[in-house]
């Protein structure tokens, strides 16, 4: 089964969620944490193991050779990112808004645009137990994390046993990151915080689902913290909230020295409640 935690917005508890709800099922299931949110990955914070797989991640980007080129404009025309500007004299790339589809490589008639790697990130994998702790990390500068984050999950389908539980740990937003990376879940958790904010973006996360066509369900963190607008949400959309994590200082305390918070009983409590929905789920 791939579960997939997302937010409608940063700081809700994602990583949290998934870091504890690793932990809790590794013991008796294998289990891969994937951290998919690549511009600010932060689980190996939390736990990590011995390194088994480290690689520099590549893009592939136009190179222009100025003596095949012809000047005749066909790899602006088919450039659909403004990634390719044809001056009278010159062809200029732009490698950041280069989406590696190839287009204007393989339909220059002169062969005057050649992809060429260039680093893009690092994607690391360790083990710790049945444990498996995926990590890819955006390298700063780069622009686009859509490419890193196909990878990531190409890497994952090749390396990580079906049977396995996978988590990703997804970016939080809306926007391309997150369809990357939620797309082919089986099963998306949506974490939010009972606070105007909170109620927004999970409406804004849920919308993004539906039209992915993702079975999904709801997590309250900060439980008791707001009101009950995301609860009254839930039940007009039709969501299950599977747990609801109580506000707690103990728990922010663990959170704040790089300790997951397992050890404070409502926290494990409602992670248990949590992992025997998604058990049910898989089953």
Request: glycine share 8%.
């Amino acid at each position: 089964m791939r579960i997939a935690v997302a937010s409608g917005k940063g700081g809700t508890g994602k990583t949290t969620v998934s870091t504890c709800l690793a932990a809790l099922l590794a013991p008796e299931h294998p289990v891969a944490l994937v951290d998919l949110d690549v511009e600010e990955p932060n689980t190996q914070l939390f736990m990590d193991g011995e390194l088994l797989h480290r690689e520099v991640v590549h893009k592939h980007v136009p190179m222009w050779r100025a003596d095949q080129c012809a000047h005749c404009g066909q790899c602006q025309q088919v450039c659909n990112f403004g990634a390719v500007l044809s001056l009278p004299d010159e062809v200029m790339v732009f490698a950041e808004l280069c989406h590696g589809c190839y287009a204007c490589s393989e339909l220059c008639p002169h062969g005057a645009l050649p992809m060429e790697p260039q680093p893009m990130g690092v994607l690391r994998h360790a083990v710790d137990g049945e444990l498996a702790l995926i990590e890819s990390r955006l390298e700063v500068g780069q622009e686009q994390a859509v490419p890193l984050i196909k990878h990531t999950l190409d890497y994952v389908d090749a390396r990580v046993p079906a049977e396995t539980i996978t988590i990703l740990d997804a970016p939080p937003g809306t926007s391309c990151p997150v369809i990357a990376a939620t797309r082919h879940a089986d099963l998306v958790v949506l974490v939010t915080e009972p606070t105007p904010f909170g109620l927004h973006d999970l409406s804004l996360a849920v919308e993004t689902m539906r039209l992915l066509g993702r079975e999904m369900l709801v997590v309250v963190n900060r439980h008791g913290l707001g009101d009950d607008a995301v609860e009254e949400y839930c039940r007009r959309e039709g969501l299950l909230v599977a747990a609801r994590i109580p506000h707690s200082r103990e728990v922010a305390h663990h959170y704040a020295q790089g300790h997951l918070p397992l050890a404070v009983p409502e926290f494990r409590e409602a992670l248990g409640a949590l992992a025997e929905v998604l058990a049910g789920r898989s089953s």
